[in-house]
């Protein structure tokens, strides 16, 4: 279930990648299996290790979120990790981030650091209208007890609130590609409503994930492309609740 893999000490721009921070990517794959191995050669510039947690065995339409983060972050401690950075297979990081993760990483740990959160349309461009263009997720943390964890059941952060945990803003990008295909816009809004009906979780509810009035599109700016290369399948990359129907 659970998938721990370190890489040897390899010499980076004339350091050892191991010599002080040692960064370990987690995440959790299930119904977007097949997007692992672009997610990880995106993150190999970046990470000195990752953990996955499969769960393809799963038997409910969505597994136990905070279950799952639990075990992924006390992976991460026990494998001596400094830093955790927090991802899911249908997203990527802007290239940049491989340049700059030394910087991020440098001093305290008592930093949570956030990315640009952009809602792919298209491989190449995303959408910045209202709610669209202010996304921030915090995902570059500090590593820490695994006994600590708390969260609730739906959109919780990675980490608790009370670790004390300073919150700053990379200027960096993560990309995500789910929204690039209409019919998982409309999925994801569906499958959101039949696990938080009364919006206990998001007081904006879900219906804004299929509502494309007033669209904006912004093309990703020269420079800050990342890899490799998204070619869309099509496909659901999720439960079909509509099913159940």
Request: with cysteine.
């Amino acid at each position: 279930m659970i998938t721990v893999e370190m890489k040897p000490p390899r010499r980076r721009r004339g350091r050892w990648l191991w010599s002080r921070q040692r960064i370990v990517a987690v995440f959790s794959y299930r119904y977007d299996a097949h997007l692992v191995p672009d997610l990880l050669a995106n993150l190999d510039a970046i990470v000195d290790g990752w953990i996955a947690y499969d769960d393809r065995a799963a038997n409910e339409i969505f597994s136990n979120e905070p279950q799952r983060r639990r075990a992924l972050v006390a992976a991460a401690y026990e494998a001596g990790a400094d830093w955790i950075l927090a991802m899911d297979p249908d997203e990527r990081l802007e290239i940049a981030v491989a340049d700059r993760i030394g910087q991020l990483t440098r001093g305290s740990r008592r930093i949570a650091w956030g990315f640009r959160c952009r809602e792919m349309y298209t491989p190449a461009s995303y959408r910045v209208d209202g709610t669209w263009g202010q996304k921030m997720q915090h995902r570059l943390f500090g590593a820490y007890h695994p006994d600590r964890y708390r969260s609730k059941d739906l959109h919780g952060i990675w980490f608790p609130e009370d670790l004390g945990l300073k919150l700053r803003d990379s200027g960096l990008n993560l990309y995500h590609l789910k929204m690039i295909e209409p019919k998982r816009r409309v999925a994801r809004r569906d499958l959101y409503n039949h696990l938080d009906p009364d919006r206990r979780h998001q007081d904006i509810g879900y219906d804004y994930l299929a509502d494309e009035a007033g669209t904006v599109l912004e093309t990703i700016p020269t420079g800050r492309d990342y890899f490799p290369v998204h070619i869309d399948d099509g496909e659901l990359w999720m439960a079909d609740v509509s099913a159940d129907r």
